[in-house]
């Protein structure tokens, strides 16, 4: 089992939709983290749930929603996305937040297109 | 000035060659550096970190320079599947949180 999964790995969806980006870790880690990765530019943090509570938040627009239930699961939900949010949304955890060893394990991501 | 600059890229080398990257950080107060690799199509995965002595793992040598701000990644003996874009980051504390701040990425191609 893979240690950090992200479904679904390819979403496209229209500007009017709502959608929601799943993640599960399976590493016993305690905080868990949404990257967005455009094409040339470099990766962006999004969120940051340390111990299922939200440490971060870092000036995303509010059509991006975050929810972490418990340590090992973390969601994204989508709703009225631009185009310009086309990108791909990836997911992951450390042990704790990453101070000490800046060791994240990331999911292979979801790429997401908004038509 | 971007807080973590690297080398433009792409990189292509033949087998055997040795290439070496540069990154800078802006933030003196940076704490922690890293290399991570991502592969094309693939998540990123850490490759070393980097330690003020410097460190070596293998063929792969990370070097920092806390007084000009720089850190640099040394590949001897390239090999195919070496191929893969390379992140510099740098961990900057905020209060008691990090930031790990992620450099665009140099794209390397190593070639038969």
């Known amino acids: 089992e893979t240690g950090v999964t992200q479904t679904p790995r390819h979403l496209v969806m229209g500007m009017t939709n709502k959608k929601s980006l799943k993640c599960e870790q399976h590493?016993?880690?305690?905080?868990m983290y949404w990257y967005k990765q455009s094409a040339k530019k470099p990766l962006e943090l999004m969120f940051v749930?340390?111990?299922?509570?939200?440490?971060e938040n870092n000036s995303v627009p509010s059509r991006f929603s975050p929810e972490c239930p418990n340590s090992s699961h973390l969601f994204l939900h989508l709703h009225t996305l631009q185009p310009e949010d086309s990108a791909l949304y990836l997911c992951a955890s450390s042990q704790a937040s990453w101070g000490s060893t800046g060791e994240l394990f990331f999911g292979e991501g979801s790429r997401l297109t908004v038509l | 000035r971007k807080e973590v600059e690297q080398d433009p890229g792409p990189f292509n080398v033949p087998e055997g060659a040795t290439v070496a990257f540069n990154c800078t950080y802006s933030?003196?107060?940076?704490?922690?550096f890293f290399w991570y690799r991502q592969d094309c199509r693939k998540e990123p995965k850490l490759l070393m970190s980097v330690y003020s002595s410097g460190n070596e793992d293998g063929r792969f040598t990370a070097q920092l320079n806390r007084a000009s701000q720089y850190i640099s990644l040394l590949i001897r003996d390239s090999k195919l599947s070496d191929s893969a874009t390379y992140l510099c980051v740098v961990n900057r504390l905020v209060g008691s949180q990090g930031n790990l701040i992620f450099g665009k990425g140099t794209k390397l191609s190593v070639k038969p």
């Open positions: 590493l016993g880690h305690n905080a």
């Open positions: 933030n003196s107060a940076s704490q922690s």
């Open positions: 749930y340390n111990f299922k509570e939200q440490t």
